[in-house]
């Protein structure tokens, strides 16, 4: 059966071993109000993630497969919009086939174009757009007009947008990071904290992207305290479609501060917004949940003693010009100057389910309580009837503590500021949560081990190094929009419209192994295992929520394992809190969305992207390139390793979105090998490298993770330089007696070269191949031929899971082959490339063992005074168990239907 076969074939076909059947297992469907309905998505079409065409057209970027041979380089496409009539779109290769042909596409299309529910991209040429995004460069700036704004940037200095203009009007201007350091953790009487603000600088910019749809602008640098320290190193990107009206933001920032006198009181994105309407036309608006909003004017005319006239209110309430003041009634025109001018406001949301807004007349008055809610939104408007700034943050209140101000409405010039870490909250504290207890050598470390989970280390809990991303939009506005437009533009900052293909054309291109089939319920058999897929999916869905993974540094990432005798997943518990990319998750949710096309999916996997690719790894300092192990604090573990900061969990996030930053984070591990030379992962458990002067590299988690960081930089440039330490790499495992039995080799980071140990017993370990590896040799056997290394590989999947005895007589030892639900989809991958019917059958019947038995295939309801709030309880789920069960039950439905 060739390549393409397969695909057809798995795509059609899925079911479980009919051993399962006898079960008898359904599982309850999990409905909530969060609960995504299922998209018809046609093969050959493009559609929104969440089924419909959003009311605010902002602009749109995508990713997009392409299956071998069928799109070379320098080709035209187009989109069809469902009308079928084109549409303008801008294109540009993120990666490449080994004959060179396009894998990936990215794609931009402009903003305020209808493309309706299902649209489609072909070869031929497309139109351009109605007002292509120009670029112009100076010595000192660099200037974006799309047609409906200019944006002008300066190269050096504090401002990252210097100002923002339409109809040749300024509307807003001198853009800035701002934020506040704070020397101690706590302000206290005896022991006053002093704190001191700092902005940005910046260092350099570039053009990414200039046009004609879309032009990108990326501003590094850092900021700068008020004592001239430089410190929190940032990346921002500037986005503009043409024909919208609205700056898209992506700001990242590294803390390198000294955890013990360096906390963060305030971060956020502070500019000027140009006022030019009476006090009475000017608006301020803050956006709720669930469609809710507050608007009120700086000066109220409603509620008065005196009555203006309806059609002065009524003006004034829907955000539009009120009628000539000569139109009014004389009792309010001429009392005007004894109505107050409420000049500062402040949305402040410290947790998750609480925002309070509150304002006052000026400085030195007492603040006013206006109202409160539950969720903002995060967007808020500042201007007024001739214009101003509508502008928020994505996933406002889930990274809470965060807080918009707004001051001197009344004044001719404004300010708003965006705070990502809000200065009412407590100062942001990341040192390690515990003195280490006593644990000061290796074997008390280990020790420890065994009773609470957590590898520590004394100087390894660092935070220093780790990132945050924050997104944000300023929609620059020629008049106060409507309160429905209002909320049409903040549904599209808090939750970004994704654009993505069928799950029938991301299988029919092969991408990423090919390794997952089409959800096929035609059998009662072939459903129960559909449905537990499905409940896995939901039932995490609605832990985030109720558990409250939310805030700053939390969200996106998922807890380890549970306490069912406090009802609580283990978030204080060493090693069995924050689960940092641990036996994979984020495979399980790219592959389950990959097969469903399921919104809820999607965002599960993309914000553990978003979340691990920052946090969970270092991006400077002395673990550079590495990441952390789970623990209570996600940089608390001192197993310091390849295996999460890995490529094999990010680039499905960066092909399918074209997202940037995602991009940046695949560029920094390319070489974060090197780390090898310098941490020994296994230095508390295992002999140092018999090899004097190299590093020691495990077969698994460690190459098998700098694998999917050279395949990646080997598909995103084609260059042969690292396809060169692939098939070097691979050549070297394969002609080893004991291939990937050997355990590990001696390793010279500098030239990417495997140096055997001398020949002993086999060394495994049950880690090995569930990090990616499985994945990524899928796909490297798939796109190299270096029949030794498939060889090895073929071998190693037959005997991990085989019995003791055929172990003995191939290897001539034998060992205990741990997690075999994981490693069934290596057997069924063994079966599936040799053509073996029983070894196909073993695969299953290593996949039923999990299956049912004592585990309650569902989840209970627990209440007061059991716990804080009601939860759905399923005490038996791990999410090891949940990611490696949902990997294999995927991959041995692609992989072996026929031994059903």
Not at 14 to 42: D, K, N
Not at 160 to 167: A, F, Q, S, T
Not at 522 to 535: G, N, Y
């Amino acid at each position: 059966m060739n390549r393409r076969d397969f695909l057809i074939k798995t795509a059609l076909a899925a079911s479980i071993p009919a051993a399962m059947s006898a079960s008898g297992q359904s599982f309850p469907a999990l409905a909530s109000a969060g609960h995504t309905t299922a998209v018809a998505r046609q093969p050959g079409q493009l559609s929104w993630l969440d089924g419909h065409e959003p009311a605010a057209k902002t602009g749109h970027t995508w990713g997009h497969p392409w299956p071998t041979g069928q799109l070379k380089a320098g080709q035209s496409l187009r989109l069809l919009n469902s009308s079928g009539e084109r549409v303008p779109v801008q294109t540009w290769p993120t990666a490449y086939w080994p004959d060179g042909s396009i894998k990936w596409t990215g794609h931009a299309v402009p903003a305020n174009i209808a493309l309706g529910e299902q649209f489609k991209l072909e070869k031929g040429n497309g139109p351009a757009p109605r007002a292509p995004v120009k670029v112009r460069q100076t010595a000192t700036a660099i200037s974006v007009d799309n047609g409906i704004f200019t944006c002008v940037v300066n190269k050096q200095g504090k401002h990252i947008v210097e100002r923002l203009e339409r109809n040749k009007k300024i509307i807003a201007q001198h853009a800035r990071l701002v934020g506040l350091r704070q020397d101690k953790p706590v302000n206290e009487p005896e022991s006053p904290a002093r704190v001191e603000s700092f902005e940005s600088s910046i260092e350099r910019i570039s053009v990414e992207q200039e046009g004609p749809v879309r032009a990108v602008l990326k501003l590094e640098g850092k900021h700068r305290t008020t004592s001239g320290r430089e410190w929190l190193p940032f990346s921002l990107r500037l986005y503009i479609y043409a024909g919208g009206e609205s700056l898209q933001i992506s700001h990242t920032f590294i803390y390198d501060g000294d955890d013990q006198q360096d906390f963060i009181k305030g971060l956020g994105l502070q500019f000027d917004v140009i006022q030019h309407d009476e006090f009475y036309n000017r608006h301020v608006r803050f956006v709720g949940e669930q469609g809710g909003l507050w608007g009120e004017s700086p000066q109220g005319i409603t509620g008065l003693r005196r009555d203006p006239g309806k059609a002065v209110r009524d003006a004034q309430v829907a955000g539009i010009a009120t009628p000539p003041l000569k139109e009014w009634d004389e009792r309010v025109s001429s009392r005007l100057h004894w109505v107050p001018v409420w000049n500062d406001y402040t949305l402040s949301q410290l947790t998750a389910n609480g925002f309070g807004i509150k304002k006052r007349t000026k400085p030195g008055h007492a603040w006013i309580d206006a109202d409160q809610g539950r969720r903002s939104n995060g967007v808020a408007f500042l201007g007024g009837v001739s214009g101003g700034i509508l502008f928020g943050m994505r996933d406002f209140w889930q990274l809470h503590p965060v807080q918009i101000d707004i001051r001197n409405a009344g004044a001719d010039v404004a300010q708003a500021t965006l705070w990502f870490w809000s200065p009412e909250a407590e100062a942001m504290d990341v040192r390690f949560y515990h003195d280490g207890l006593g644990q000061e050598t290796y074997e008390q470390q280990l020790d420890a081990l065994n009773i609470t989970y957590e590898d520590y280390e004394p100087g390894f809990g660092s935070a220093y190094g780790v990132a945050r991303t924050t997104n944000m939009s300023l929609f620059v506005l020629a008049a106060t929009p409507s309160r429905e437009q209002t909320i049409a533009m903040a549904d599209t900052i808090a939750t970004p419209p994704r654009i993505i293909a069928a799950p029938a054309d991301y299988l029919a291109a092969g991408v990423f192994g090919g390794l997952w089939s089409l959800p096929d319920r035609t059998s009662p058999e072939k459903r129960a295992i559909e449905e537990r897929l499905d409940w896995q999916i939901e039932f995490y869905h609605r832990q985030v929520d109720q558990r409250h993974w939310y805030g700053f540094w939390n969200y996106g990432d998922v807890m380890h394992a549970y306490d069912e005798d406090r009802h609580v997943w283990r978030y204080d518990i060493g090693g069995y809190a924050w689960d940092n990319s641990e036996l994979s998750p984020d495979l399980w949710l790219w592959y389950s969305f990959l097969r469903t096309g399921d919104a809820n999916t999607f965002r599960l996997a993309e914000n553990m992207t978003r979340h691990n690719r920052d946090v969970d790894m270092y991006h400077a300092g002395r673990f550079k390139g590495l990441g952390t192990r789970h623990n209570v604090q996600h940089w608390g573990c001192s197993a310091k390793q390849l295996r999460i900061s890995t490529a094999a969990y990010r680039r499905f996030h960066y092909y399918i979105t074209a997202d940037e930053r995602t991009g940046d984070v695949l560029n920094e591990v390319i070489h974060a090998d090197r780390a090898l030379a310098t941490l020994d992962a296994t230095r508390k458990v295992a002999a140092p490298s018999p090899i004097p002067g190299k590093a020691k590299i495990g077969v698994g988690t460690d190459w098998g993770s700098a694998a999917a960081n050279w395949l990646t930089a080997w598909e995103r440039t084609g260059s042969d330089e690292y396809k060169h330490y692939l098939e070097k790499s691979m050549r070297v495992i394969g002609e080893h007696p004991l291939g990937f039995f050997a355990g590990g080799f001696g390793y010279d980071a500098d030239t990417k070269t495997l140096h055997p140990f001398p020949v002993e017993k086999p060394s495994i370990s049950h880690l090995s191949s569930v990090f990616g590896l499985i994945e990524v040799c899928t796909e490297l056997n798939q796109l190299l031929d270096v029949p030794e290394f498939k060889a090895a590989w073929l071998r190693y999947g037959r005997l991990y899971n085989a019995s003791r005895e055929e172990q003995r007589a191939e290897l001539g030892a034998e060992f205990n082959n741990n997690l075999v639900v994981a490693h069934s989809r290596l057997t069924a991958y063994v079966a599936q490339q040799e053509g073996d019917n029983a070894l196909a059958k073993r695969a299953w019947t290593e996949f039923s063992r999990e299956w049912g038995g004592n585990r309650k295939i569902a989840f209970d309801e627990i209440k007061g005074p059991d716990v804080l709030n009601p939860i759905d309880e399923a005490a038996w789920v791990s999410t090891n168990d949940a990611a490696q069960w949902g990997l294999a039950a995927i991959q041995n439905l692609a992989l072996v239907p026929e031994a059903l």
